[in-house]
């Protein structure tokens, strides 16, 4: 795992190599309890859950807020966490099985900094509005969906980091009337592709206005009806 990081530039230490082989323990481990991801080589969840979330924290500032929505497993928030503990994350999840398979994993690592949250995103924007430096969002859903409930929640100034796969670009073409609505504005594409081959990307969407109070909407209405 040491040598997959180094490639991608990453450089791990021993407490960072042990907390990382730990985490696929437990993963492994609460997987058979809960369903928690369709990767279970070890080689592809250092390389495909580990080493992927980790890539986003180059486009994280020192020191940063940062909320994760809809976390799953801990994806990318945990791996960001334990190569920056500089950075305060809250995990948020809707499913009170998946929060506490995370807290599990906080508990072993001895992580802090870092909490993890039972609830939705309509529902915790509504006391966190605008607060956190960042938004990170991984394989939760498509672009335009994703935006009206990660935006909300950044600061004026911030942004929102949403990790996708080889359609980035499609997505964002189909989100880019969302994005704008919800106050977002310069975004970039960062492409690139992981050691097996598999075709990701990166995209940062600048907050530049606030996002209007009745978003995101209640009622499951960023899924049946996103915003075009």
Known sequence: MKELFFRAGIVLDEV???????????????N????????TDRREIYEKHFLDSA??????SAGAEVVDVGSGAGFPAIPLK?????????MLDSLQKRVG????????????GI???????????KTNRERYDYAVARA?????????????FVKVGGAFIAYKGRNAEEELAT??????????????????????????????????APTPRKYPRGQNKPRTNPLR
């Open 32 to 39: 058979e309890k809960f369903n928690l991801t369709a990767i």
């Open 16 to 30: 960072q190599e042990e907390r990382f082989l730990r985490y696929a323990d437990l993963l492994t481990e609460y």
């Open 101 to 112: 398979f995370l807290n599990v994993v906080l508990q072993e690592l001895g992580l802090a």
């Open 140 to 152: 939760v859903a498509p672009l335009d969906v994703l935006s009206e409930y990660c935006l909300p």
């Open 82 to 90: 334990i190569l920056r503990p500089d950075l305060k994350i809250t």
């Open 55 to 60: 890539l986003g924290g180059a486009y994280l």
């Open 175 to 208: 989100a880019t009337r969302a994005i704008e609505i919800l106050g977002g504005r310069e975004t970039e594409v960062h492409a690139y592709a992981l050691p097996s081959g598999d075709e990701r990307a990166i995209l940062t969407i600048k907050k530049g």
């Open 115 to 125: 909490e993890a949250v039972h609830g939705r995103a309509e529902d915790f924007a």
